[in-house]
């Protein structure tokens, strides 16, 4: 049976028709971008007790909130106040706070009358909706937690339904799901209810850039394949990230700045007339006729001519292997190369992931201004998946993904060495690690779909992502271990990437191979690159290198 980039060699790589799906598939990446709203959603703008209008003195207003220590500055305290009965009592008799009266002989009580909320940086988030301060403040991180719960969830399954049910209906379900939920979590009338809408929207927040992202793998070839999975999903997705600073910036009031988030998935539906499923896909589910359709429209588009019959091979191929067999997350596990596989690529993918959000999540100390701060986070992600697409284009794939890994960890290793008294080293280094981690995410995307064949390639990839969320969800807890020392986080991180990319050395070369069509062929993937001399003396009982993983 011919490879399929064979097949469809006639249309060129960069015609009419791959153009279009190339920049439309691109544009219904951005919203996932959007995924980094909930960092505003969830912010907690300063406050203290809320103290209502009573016959107070001006003396007696001011000193109502008592002082405390924190990390050595002097601040109001966010959870208390003296008594106001007390308060109005002693300033009824004239008395002045300070000189006639020792405060801290004062009963002191919790804000019974709610907060107030400054509004320097916004007008309202989720925290003074619902006032998830004090005793409710577990609230916040949970809120979070629930949200990304969801992405986890959905990336997981989402890849399996796409494999079923095709790439295009669950590509604009996703997206329907982001803009319809993100829409009523606007009317929430509870904590509770907002975190149920969370967890759905959650569910296709990141699902549709997967179905997205497969999709355009798999109509696109050579060259422009590579350009779009590395560069093309990434950068747009880079804009969406940065755009959520600019709409928190301009709409300061979080259900308006929802409805910013919302509103842009309105001008997708469009494009359900424009993009086509994916023939690979068609193919795998033996429906070559309809496959067969989409091409010669393509060459239509293009202006070339296709030949009398396209799929002939995988007619015959139809016949025999019955390609309607439904495949699911257990394949990954059954045969032992594609189960090595699995793992290796699950524990590099949680190990980026991990590293990924905490950097991202500790680098709010670059700048006071929250905004700022968000942008640069993003921009920096630009220039890495510049580079993610010229190592892909240029480079064999295990070997950029081992130097991403190696180069990650001894750059968050260096940062525990710099002197207290050069802060802006400090942050240069996390920010170049996140350079080089984000790098590494963005060509792993491409490397794991050119690993697994047509029937797995969603499913594979939804697993790996789901990994890769639960890197998200544990990285602030790996950044809680400053706590027993305080450069511990960077240690366990660069620990993890170290780890990761000796298992890396395991995995197969894909470098200017065809994708496989079948799982056949990819049992037929053999490492192209021994483990080098140095390694195999010491990994040989450990690992056959000269075997198939």
């Known amino acids: 049976m011919k490879d399929y980039d064979e097949t469809t060699a006639f249309l060129g790589q960069w015609g009419k028709f791959q ?3 190339f920049f439309l598939l691109c544009a219904s990446i951005i919203p996932n971008g959007f995924v980094f709203s909930i960092v505003f959603l969830t912010s907690t703008p300063n406050h203290h007790c809320l103290v209502p209008e009573a016959n107070l003195t001006q003396d007696w207003h001011n000193a109502t909130i008592p ?21 109005r009592n002693l300033s009824a008799q ?17 804000c019974v009358d709610g907060w107030s909320y400054s509004r320097d940086l916004y007008q309202s988030t989720v925290v003074t909706e619902f006032d998830l301060v004090c005793g409710d403040q577990w609230k916040t991180p949970l809120t979070t937690t629930v949200f990304f719960t969801g992405i986890l969830l959905g990336s997981f399954i989402s890849g399996q339904i796409s494999d079923r049910f095709g790439r295009k209906p669950v590509l604009f379900a996703t997206m329907a799901v982001q803009t319809v939920f993100t829409s009523i979590q606007i009317f929430s009338p509870s904590w509770t209810a907002l975190c149920i809408l969370l967890f759905i929207n959650g569910l296709g927040q990141v699902s549709n850039y997967m179905a997205g992202f497969v999709l355009g793998t798999e109509i696109l070839t050579g060259k422009v394949r590579v350009l779009f999975s590395s560069m093309g999903v990434c950068l747009a997705f880079a804009i969406g990230y940065m ?35 994916s023939p690979r896909w068609l193919l795998s589910q033996g429906r070559v006729e309809e496959a067969e359709a989409i091409v010669r429209k393509a060459a239509k588009m293009n202006k070339v001519q296709p030949p ?38 699950c524990m590099v993918w949680l190990t980026l992931n991990t590293g990924y959000y905490g950097l991202s999540l500790n680098t709010s100390d670059m700048n006071a201004d929250p905004y700022l701060s968000c942008f640069i986070s993003a921009a920096v992600e630009v220039p890495a998946y510049v580079s993610s697409w010229l190592a892909l284009r240029y480079l064999p794939r295990r070997h950029s993904a081992i130097c991403t890994l190696v180069t990650g960890a001894l750059l968050l290793y260096f ?54 969320r639960v890197g ?21 991180l660069g620990t993890l990437a170290v780890v990761s990319a000796v298992a890396a050395l395991f995995l197969p070369e894909t470098f200017g191979q065809p994708l496989p069509q079948t799982i056949q062929e990819m049992h037929k993937t053999q490492i192209s690159m021994r483990c080098p001399s140095s390694l195999r003396n010491g990994l ?10």
Not at 94 to 110: F, K, M
């Open 19 to 21: 153009k279009m799906n």
């Open 308 to 345: 009398p019959t396209i799929f002939t091979d995988y007619r015959s191929y139809k016949d025999k292997e019955h390609p309607r067999k439904h495949h699911n997350v257990f394949h990954l596990l059954r045969a032992k190369n594609i189960r090595n596989t699995t793992i290796i690529l």
């Open 67 to 87: 002082i405390e220590v924190l990390n050595g500055n002097q601040v109001r305290s966010q959870c208390s106040r003296y008594r106001l009965d007390v308060v």
């Open 94 to 110: 004239g008395l002045v706070p300070g000189r006639d009266v020792n405060l801290t002989d004062v009963e002191q009580e919790g």
């Open 472 to 492: 998200s969800c544990i990285a602030p807890f790996v950044l809680n271990l400053s706590i027993y020392f305080e450069h511990l986080p960077f240690i366990t």
């Open 540 to 549: 040989q009982r450990l690992w056959r290198c000269s075997s198939p993983i």
């Open 415 to 468: 940062i525990q060495l710099v002197s207290q008294t050069l802060p802006a080293l400090a942050v240069a280094l996390e920010m170049l690690g996140k350079f080089v981690i984000t790098a590494g995410a963005a060509l792993m995307f491409a490397y794991t779909a050119e690993l697994y064949p047509t029937v797995l390639r969603n499913t594979a990839t939804g697993t790996c992502y789901a990994f890769a």
């Open 243 to 277: 755009l959520v600073p600019l709409f928190a910036f301009f709409l300061r009031d979080w259900k308006a700045f929802l409805w910013g988030m919302a509103i842009p998935g309105l001008a997708y539906i469009p494009l359900w007339w424009f993009i086509p499923e």
